[in-house]
T-cell receptor, first 110, second 114 residues
Framework: DAKTTQPPSMDCAEGRAANLPCNHSTISGNEYVYWYRQIHSQGPQYIIHGLKNNETNEMASLIITEDRKSSTLILPHATLRDTAVYYCIVRANQGGKLIFGQGTELSVKP | KAGVTQTPRYLIKTRGQQVTLSCSPISGHRSVSWYQQTPGQGLQFLFEYFSETQRNKGNFPGRFSGRQFSNSRSEMNVSTLELGDSALYLC?????????????FGSGTQLSVL
């Protein structure tokens, strides 16, 4: 499984877009990019995943670069409830285990 | 639809004891995986079960074991507890682990070893 690199922490003003970067330069052609988040003392929550096309759902947008070596998770209008640790994970298309890195601790401030 | 249920929510044990944690997946989900979360090591994969068979195993000692029942419920057992086993143990379920189905996590069992 490819390794991911994320900044350890980021701040965002409430109501503004939060853009969380992730580097996965060793990603293979059959590996997907997943994003999960974990709010303190709860289990991780799925946000979004994609292979090579940009994806959008009710929670966020995922932008994957053309060479697939990096991606950005976008929370369009961050709220205080979006304060959490965000994990970028690369996962083989056969599914299975998730390899979590240290993630990015996002603090949304009023 | 009920989410992933883990019991108990909190547990206190002493060194040398053993412990069994339980996980009930979302109805219809046939795969259960377990993760350990500690402040120092973060989230680490323990093992994964699908249709009562262990499909994948992480890099943990043999004191950590698990099983899955015919109703997809799963248990994990830790024998001869050590102080370093204090952690949040998370269970996740999915319909089929061989596809890109997303995992749904429970709230975890917080184990403290004294």
């Amino acid at each position: 499984d490819a390794k991911t690199t994320q900044p350890p922490s980021m701040d965002c003003a409430e109501g503004r877009a939060a853009n969380l970067p992730c580097n996965h330069s060793t990603i293979s052609g059959n590996e997907y990019v997943y994003w999960y988040r974990q709010i303190h003392s709860q289990g991780p929550q799925y946000i979004i995943h994609g292979l090579k096309n940009n994806e959008t759902n009710e929670m966020a947008s995922l932008i994957i670069t053309e060479d697939r070596k990096s991606s950005t998770l976008i929370l369009p209008h961050a709220t205080l409830r979006d304060t959490a640790v965000y994990y970028c994970i690369v996962r083989a298309n056969q599914g299975g285990k998730l390899i979590f890195g240290q993630g990015t601790e996002l603090s949304v401030k009023p | 639809k009920a989410g992933v249920t883990q019991t108990p929510r909190y547990l206190i044990k002493t060194r040398g004891q053993q412990v069994t944690l339980s996980c009930s997946p979302i109805s219809g989900h046939r795969s259960v995986s377990w993760y350990q979360q500690t402040p120092g090591q973060g989230l680490q994969f323990l093992f994964e079960y699908f249709s009562e068979t262990q499909r994948n195993k992480g890099n943990f000692p043999g004191r950590f074991s698990g099983r899955q029942f015919s109703n997809s419920r799963s248990e994990m057992n830790v024998s001869t507890l050590e102080l370093g086993d204090s952690a949040l143990y998370l269970c996740a379920s999915s319909i089929d682990p061989t596809t890109n189905e997303k995992l749904f996590f429970g709230s975890g069992t917080q184990l403290s070893v004294l």
